[in-house]
C-alpha cells in the first residue's frame, strides 16, 4: 500500500463518525482481551491490573510516538518463564507466589529500562549497527527456549482434565485454520471462552469467588505492586530477579523491531523512520516499566490488533486509543477479573500448550525466514549453546547460585543462555547478519504467535533501506 493510500485509509476513518470509531474501538479490544487477559491467569498477576495498564501504556506509547503509530500494547507472554523462574526462586526461599511476584516486576522494570538504551544506541549508531549484535542464531535459540522451558507448566494444568484441555486446542486449531475474518485474528479467545463455557456447564468451574467479587473496585493493590518490595527488601532476590528476566529483553525488544515492520507494511507508512524506532522502543519500553511497578505484566505491541488493522483497513490511532480507554474502563471491575480468575486449569493448560509451542515454533521460523546456515560451525556452536543451558539448567538444578558480599544470587538458565550466546556471537568470528536485507525474516518474531499481515510479501524497499 502506498503512503497516498495510507493517508486516504486515515482520512477515511475520521469520517466514519463516533459510532462507528467505538464499534470499531471495541473490536481493536476484542482482539487483544484473550492473549492480554491470559498472561495475568497463567503468572497469578492482577487481571485488573494487567488491563489498565494495558491501555496506560497504548495511551503513554502513543504520546511518546506523535500520536501516529496504530498499535495497541497488551501482555507479553515472552516474560512468563521470567516470572515462574523468579516465583520458583522465592519458594526455595520460603516465600508464596503472592510474596514472589513482586520481585519479579521489579526485574520486569529493569527490562523495560534496557528498551531506553537500545532505543539512544539506535539513534546513534543506526539500527543496522546495534541489530548486528543480536542476530536470528542468537535471538532464534533464545526464543526456542522460551517456549520449552514453559512447557512442563502447559502439561501439569493438562493434566487436571485433558478433555476440557483438547477442547481448548480444538476450537483454537479451527479458527486458527478455517476461521474466517476476526474469528481467525483471536482464535486464543475463542479457545478460552468455548473451553471455559463447557466446563461451567458440567460443573467444573468454581463461581464463588465470582459472587463475593463487587462489581466497581480498585485494579490493583498495594501489597500487588513493586513497590510493597521495599517494606522489607530480600536484596538477593532483588538481584536474582534483574539479572533472570533482564535478558528476556533481547527477544521482546527484537519482537518490538518485526512488529514496527508489519504495521509498517499493513498501513503504507514507515514508522521506522517517522516518528522512528528509537520513540516506538521508548514508548514500549516506558509502558513496561509502569506496568511491572503496579503489578501488572510486560507490554508488548499486538499482532492481534494488526490483522485488525488489515481486516478493516482503517489505520487512524484513534481507534487504538478508544480500545485502551475501555480496557481501562474494564480494569475497574473486580467481578470481571473473578470471573477470569476462576478459569480452569485444564483451559489454561490447553491454551498454553499451543502458545507455549507457537513460542517455540516462532524461534524455528526466525532462524528458517532469515536463511541462518547450520552447516556452518560458528552457528552451530552459538544456538547449541545457548538451547543446552536454557533447558538443561532449567530442569536440571533449576538455576545456577553463586554469593557475592553475603548475598546470594540466582540465574535461570535462560539468563544464562542469553548472556553466553549474546557474548559468543560478539567474539567468534564470521558475524555476517545484516537488518534490513530481509523483510520477511525481520517480522517474523512474534511470541505470542498472532495474526500479522497476510498481504505483507510487497516487500518494502524503504524499510530495506534502513
Known amino acids: ?4 493510500q495510507s493517508s486516504q485509509a486515515i482520512y477515511d476513518a475520521r469520517t466514519l463518525g463516533r459510532p462507528k470509531m467505538l464499534l470499531l474501538g471495541f473490536q481493536h479490544m476484542f482482539a487483544m482481551f484473550g492473549a492480554t487477559v491470559l498472561v495475568p491467569a497463567l503468572t497469578g498477576l492482577s487481571v485488573s491490573a494487567t488491563l489498565l495498564f494495558a491501555g496506560l501504556g497504548t495511551l503513554l ?181 534483574i539479572i533472570t528476566i533482564l535478558p528476556i529483553s533481547l527477544a521482546t525488544m527484537i519482537e518490538h523491531i518485526g512488529d514496527m515492520c508489519a ?23 516506558l509502558a513496561t516499566a509502569l506496568a511491572s511497578l503496579f503489578g501488572a505484566p510486560a507490554n508488548t505491541t499486538y499482532g492481534e ?33 473473578a470471573i477470569v480468575s476462576a478459569m480452569p486449569a485444564a483451559t489454561i493448560g490447553g491454551v498454553s500448550m499451543v502458545l507455549y509451542g507457537m513460542i517455540s515454533a516462532v524461534g524455528v521460523r526466525n532462524l528458517v525466514e532469515n536463511k541462518v546456515d547450520l552447516t556452518i560451525s560458528r552457528n552451530l556452536i552459538v544456538a547449541a549453546v545457548i538451547l543446552v543451558l536454557a533447558i538443561g539448567i532449567n530442569y536440571g538444578p533449576g538455576s545456577i547460585s553463586f554469593t557475592v558480599g553475603g548475598t546470594t544470587i540466582a540465574l535461570s538458565g535462560l539468563a544464562v543462555a542469553a548472556v553466553v550466546g549474546i557474548l559468543m556471537n560478539a567474539f567468534l568470528p564470521g558475524k555476517d547478519y545484516e537488518f534490513g536485507s530481509n523483510l520477511r525474516g525481520d517480522i517474523t518474531v512474534n511470541l505470542g504467535g498472532s495474526t500479522r499481515n497476510p498481504n505483507w510479501r510487497e516487500e518494502r524497499p524503504d524499510l530495506a533501506k534502513l
Request: hydrophobic share 55%.
Open 305 to 337: 490488533n494488526t490483522g485488525v488493522l488489515n481486516l478493516t483497513k482503517v489505520f487512524d490511532p484513534r481507534v487504538i486509543r478508544i480500545a485502551a480507554l475501555l480496557a481501562i474502563l474494564f480494569s475497574f471491575c473486580p467481578k470481571f477479573s
Open 61 to 241: 506509547f502513543h504520546l511518546m510516538t506523535k500520536m501516529k503509530v496504530p498499535a495497541f500494547l497488551g501482555s507479553s507472554f515472552a516474560f512468563i518463564g521470567g516470572y515462574a523462574a523468579v516465583v520458583a526462586t522465592g519458594a526455595a526461599q520460603g516465600l508464596d507466589q503472592a510474596a514472589s511476584l513482586p520481585y519479579a516486576c521489579i526485574g520486569v522494570f529493569f527490562a523495560g529500562l534496557v528498551y531506553f538504551i537500545l532505543a539512544a544506541f539506535i539513534k546513534v549508531f543506526g539500527v543496522k549497527k546495534v541489530m548486528r549484535y543480536f542476530p536470528p542464531v542468537v535471538t532464534g535459540p533464545i526464543i526456542i527456549a522460551i517456549g520449552l522451558t514453559l512447557s512442563g507448566s502447559a502439561i501439569n494444568n493438562c493434566t487436571t482434565n485433558w478433555w476440557i484441555a483438547l477442547l481448548a486446542i480444538v476450537i483454537i486449531v479451527i479458527c486458527n485454520i478455517w476461521g474466517k475474518g476476526m474469528i481467525r485474528i483471536i482464535p486464543v479467545l475463542m479457545g478460552v471462552m468455548g473451553s471455559y463455557i463447557v466446563a461451567a456447564c458440567f460443573g467444573l468451574v468454581d463461581f464463588s469467588q465470582v459472587g463475593e467479587a463487587a462489581w466497581i473496585g480498585a485494579p490493583f493493590q498495594m501489597e500487588n505492586t513493586a513497590f510493597h518490595v521495599l517494606v522489607n527488601p530480600n536484596w538477593g532476590l532483588v538481584i536474582t530477579a
Open 1 to 4: 500500500m502506498s503512503q497516498q
Open 263 to 285: 504495521i509498517s507494511s499493513t498501513t503504507g507508512t514507515n514508522y521506522l523512520e517517522d516518528p522512528g524506532l528509537h520513540r516506538t522502543l521508548m514508548g514500549d519500553g
